[in-house]
């Protein structure tokens, strides 16, 4: 179970008995275009074709996935761990938006999250300890008992156990279906950043552009983020669970996937390069994950990879609203891109729906 007691409920919207049955109609069927297919884009095409809209996404990429941030996240539910830098509001929203993934979308891995540090960086762990919430302290014999490869390596760890984490290229994969199915058509290889005239031939109702960092033009407190991240795969350690190893300097997680592999991420730089990973980062990325366990030093590198986070000033993310409601923004999701697309999707419904007028991520322009 992922959120606290209480927390787990799930309104579907407007008009419909639930997200989970086929194309439940609301009051009235509109045609919704949505821009881009990264993980915001996908969640809003899910959540409108459920509902029985008529959905169209356009994605400037010939092939799914290949230009968007999100195929580089580490994908982790944490809402949680996130609370160590995030705003309260993230935290928040993340258990909320937990449960809908729980709800919709399968593949999401249930084993919590456990915290670590070096014995010269124990400070670290009580530092993390302070600033966040939904973690009990255990020590070498629990830590052995979740993760045999790490026994003797830690005295103490944090344990969160109501956070999750996924593949992200499966997950992806799956939620693209997911919309499929429920009557979502995708558009790859088509570009948005057309003029007002042939949006206009678009013939959309609603616009909903998830563009990422492509909507800069039209949002101008927009930033890039870069977030660097190696995937490697060993033969010799297995993690259940996503593992953060604290340091004063280096943010450092690594994600199991399937087969052996393990996503080391990942670095968070003021920069919006998209150039190849540097030697530094990877550095710094690999010397955290030796630290973790030696055995990373037999890992074969799979892909080491560089993107860029769109994010707002303040690093939340927001539903913009403009045109009285016929175009709408969905962006800035800084590092919780996954954590809250749900969350942000049924704002963004429900606004359309009627039923919400105010929301801590709602924006009107
Ligand atoms: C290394 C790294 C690790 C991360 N780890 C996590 C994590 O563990 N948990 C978490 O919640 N978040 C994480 N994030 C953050 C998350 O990845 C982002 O918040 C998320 O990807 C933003 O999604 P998006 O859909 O807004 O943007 P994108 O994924 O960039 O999608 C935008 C899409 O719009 C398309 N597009 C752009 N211009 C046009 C146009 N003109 N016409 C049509 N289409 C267009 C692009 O091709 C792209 O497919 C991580 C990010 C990085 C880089």
Partial sequence: MLSPPGLDMVSPGAGCVSWKKEACVLRSNRNIVIFGAGILGLWQALLFA??????????????????AASQYAGAMIAPFCEAESAEAVVRELGF???????????????????????????NELKRFARLTEGHETIGAASIAELEPDLADRFHAALYF?????????????????????????????EDASVSSVARAKL???????????????????????????????TRELNLSRPVRLLHPRYPFYAVPWDNGRVLIGA???????????????????????????????????????????????????????????????????????????????????????????THPLLLKQ
């Fill in 50 to 67: 459920r509902s029985g809209h008529q959905v169209r996404v356009i994605e400037k990429s010939r092939r799914p996935f290949s230009d």
């Fill in 96 to 122: 909320e938006a937990a449960a809908i993934w729980r709800q919709l979308v399968p593949g999401l891995i249930e084993n919590g999250s456990l915290v670590v540090a070096g014995a010269r960086d124990q």
């Fill in 161 to 189: 156990e109501h956070e999750a984490h996924m593949i992200t290229p499966t997950t992806m994969q799956a939620i693209l279906q997911l919309a499929m199915d429920a009557g979502a058509s995708f558009d790859f290889g």
């Fill in 203 to 233: 013939n959309a109702d609603i616009i909903v552009d998830c563009r990422g960092l492509g909507a800069r033009e039209e949002l101008p407190d927009l930033r890039g983020v870069r977030g660097e991240r190696i995937l490697v795969r």
């Fill in 267 to 357: 670095t968070l730089i003021e920069s919006e390069d998209t150039t190849p990973m540097t030697v530094r980062s990877a550095l710094e990325l690999l010397g955290m994950a030796y630290a973790l366990h030696p055995a990373f030093g037999e890992a074969e590198i799979l892909e080491m990879s560089a993107g860029v986070r769109p994010s707002f000033s303040d690093n939340i993310p927001r539903v913009i609203v403009r045109d009285n409601g016929r175009h709408l923004f969905v962006n800035g999701a800084y590092r919780h891109g996954f954590l809250l697309a749900p969350m942000l999707a049924r704002v963004t419904h429900d606004f359309v729906a009627g039923t919400v007028q």
